[in-house]
């Protein structure tokens, strides 16, 4: 028992330094003025409608890249389960590119989408004009989902090749359609999967400020654009504190009306 | 009776490698059919091949005279009991029984019968709204059957159903399945490795190994009457010896003549002899056919099983009268119980060994 628990030692000041003592510290900033008394000015001010507009476009994209990412992701496993050759080495060619740094991946595609970059290049020489999405909610979509497609397509990969195949063929046996097969019997069986692919997509989609500030210029502001505006470009620690601890309220009811869906209890949710 | 399915040279290799070749295979309307054989003998392949799981490479199934060699799975009249059981766990123990009915869009208060009737037939009445997941081995076998036979399929298909269940609890199950193939009146293609498990259950053996039929019959017939050595070495002990037939009803075994009743093998042609260990009778010295002594003794429950060296052979003998090891006897086989067969006519049929 002893020895179990100086085990987890390490661990457990891991996360008393790097989570706990800086939570209650956001929360000690949110709740307080520059002058160190109690308010609720700092939560208050997601009511400001810049603040308001950034949430709302912040939820309305995360929502939309995971719709894409799950929509990508969930034919794959299909794909790769019903695939008899080398499937590693697909799952392999996915998460190539998270060996490379996100933030030079997504410079990379500010790049690729310039006026003059490579896919204007390609698409003039064949005549189909030019694409200008630089500075959109689309290229942001975009990144979001490059940068967080293989975190959709892990986990769901992973719960639906251990679905036993003798499932899919009961269910063949009992007279359902190919349809039928994926919705009774693997849809319902990936569940699990599922919700840690939304989690893990919809979660850091929702909260970065990096992929659209380098996608988006300064013109879309999404509430971990504001976050950081408050923090490091002058604006006020109070008010960045409350805005966090507003969206991690939001993200903890995401979660918590996700994890409905999970009866099994089997996802890895946090 | 008609032949509910039939098998016309069916085909199959996987990577390179000839798993069946060229089967036939005729099965008649409301029979408890076995396919026997050692594993990887193709058995579950020819049952999937019937279920619609996997396409012959050559060859037709045909489905009360049509052809459903194309047909996929969810469209034939017939049901797979799977060998690991294979029960939805998503859903409790009713919605698995009422899967198929409900895909096949039938009323709800239909589907609450069928589960009652379903659940009683297989002894699980109280059952119904248990998770699969809670269940032992024999349980959900029992749902696996309720769930297929609810369909009121044709023909029943099981893949060695009862494998995975310890001894007691398989043979009360062969018990109940045989009582459930009577109930129902539908065909049972049943897959098995284990001899007594087809002898105790099947109205028909099909004796299979490396991809080939090697005798059809009932279990009476595949026991007493086997056609070559490979089904007298896999069902049951036997002694199998090399004998010449020197006329119809005589052969000589071990330079002794013994009478027997087959006739039609011609003269002085070399033959493979089949006797049962529990038809050799033993006697005094120079009372029998051949005097012999006793090399081995075990006591197996409801017989003892010796040795006998006899006319250079090790005769293997059952009976429930012990004779010591070292005693001289004397052995005696009757003409019916003496089973003539053809020696392997090629080296490819005498590749057909025994690996159990
Ligand atoms: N899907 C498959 N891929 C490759 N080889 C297979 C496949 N299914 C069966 N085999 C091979 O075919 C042979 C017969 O298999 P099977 O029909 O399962 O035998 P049995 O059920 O009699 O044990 C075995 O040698 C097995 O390895
Ligand atoms: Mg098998």
């Known amino acids: 028992m002893f020895k179990k628990k100086s085990l987890a030692g390490p661990y457990m000041a891991f996360i008393l330094c790097g989570t706990i003592i800086p939570l209650l510290a956001v929360l000690y900033f949110a709740l307080v003025d520059k002058n160190g008394s109690l308010t609720f000015a700092n939560l208050a001010s997601i009511a400001d409608p810049i603040h308001l507009k950034a949430l709302g476009l912040s939820l309305l994209l995360a929502f939309i890249c995971t719709v894409i990412c799950l929509l990508l992701a969930f034919p794959l496993g299909l794909m790769l389960r019903k695939s008899g050759g080398n499937k590693g080495f697909v799952i392999f060619l996915l998460i190539l590119p998270m060996w490379m740094n996100f933030l030079l991946r997504t410079i990379a595609w500010k790049i690729l989408l310039q006026k003059n970059g490579f896919i204007n290049m390609i698409l003039t020489s064949l005549g189909l004009g030019e694409l200008d999405i630089l500075n959109t909610p689309t290229a942001v979509v975009l990144g979001l989902v490059y940068d967080f497609l293989p975190f959709m397509i892990l986990p769901i990969y992973n719960v639906m090749i251990k679905i036993d195949n003798s499932l899919v063929e009961a269910a063949y046996d009992l007279g359902a359609t190919p349809f039928k097969v994926v919705k009774d019997v693997i849809l319902p069986m990936s569940m699990p999967g599922i919700i840690s692919g939304i989690t893990m997509t919809f979660v850091p989609a929702m909260t970065t400020f990096a992929i659209s500030e380098i996608l988006g210029g300064n013109r879309i502001l999404l509430i971990g654009n504001i976050i950081e505006l408050e923090f490091l470009h002058g604006g006020s620690r109070n008010v960045g504190s409350g805005l966090s601890m507003v969206m991690m309220v939001f993200i903890l009811i995401s979660m918590a009306l996700l994890n409905k869906f999970d009866k099994n209890g089997e996802g890895t949710v946090v | ?356």
Not at chain 2, 85 to 110: C, R, T, W
Not at chain 2, 145 to 170: F, H, M, Q, S, T
Not at chain 2, 268 to 278: A, C, L
Not at chain 2, 301 to 314: D, L, N, S, T
């Open chain 2, 1 to 356: 009776m008609a032949n509910i399915l039939e098998l016309k040279k069916v085909s199959k290799s996987f990577d390179n490698e000839l798993v069946l070749d060229e089967l036939d295979l005729e099965i008649r309307e409301n029979t408890f059919l076995t396919l026997l054989g050692p594993s990887g003998c193709g058995k579950t392949t020819t049952l999937r091949i019937i279920g619609g799981f996997i396409k012959p490479d050559t060859g037709v199934v045909l489905f009360e005279g049509n052809d459903i060699t194309d047909l996929p799975p969810n469209k034939r009249q017939l049901n797979t009991v799977f060998q690991k059981y294979a029960l939805f766990p998503h859903m409790n123990v009713s919605e698995n029984i009422a899967y198929g009915l409900k895909i096949s869009g039938k009323s709800k208060q239909y589907i609450q019968d069928k589960i009652n009737y379903a659940l009683k037939l297989v002894n699980m009445d109280d059952y119904g709204k248990r998770d699969v997941a809670q269940l032992s081995g024999g349980q959900q076998q029992r749902i696996a059957i309720a769930r297929a036979i609810v369909n009121e399929p044709k023909v029943l298909l099981l893949d060695e159903p009862l494998g995975a269940l310890d001894l007691k609890l398989r043979q009360d199950m062969q018990y109940e399945l045989i009582r459930l193939k009577n109930e129902l009146g539908i065909t049972f293609i049943y897959v098995t490795h284990d001899q007594e498990e087809a002898l105790t259950m099947s109205d028909t053996i099909v004796v299979m190994n490396q991809g080939y039929i090697q005798q059809m019959g009932t279990p009476e017939n595949i026991y007493n009457e086997p056609e070559n050595a490979f089904v007298a070495t896999f069902i049951g002990d036997s002694n199998i010896i090399d004998g010449v037939m020197v006329r119809d009803r005589l052969v000589k075994i071990c330079d002794v003549n013994f009478p027997c009743i087959d006739e039609g093998f011609g003269q002085n042609k070399p033959v493979d002899v089949v006797i049962r260990p529990e038809d050799v009778v033993l006697d005094e010295p120079g009372r029998g056919q051949m005097d012999g002594v006793v090399t081995h003794l075990i006591f197996q429950g409801v017989h003892y099983e010796m040795e006998v060296m006899a006319g250079g052979f090790e005769w293997l003998v059952q009976d429930t009268v012990m004779q010591p090891v070292g005693k001289e006897v004397s052995l005696r086989v009757d003409p019916e119980n003496i089973q003539i067969m053809n020696k392997p006519a090629s080296e490819d049929e005498e590749a057909i060994v025994v690996d159990v």
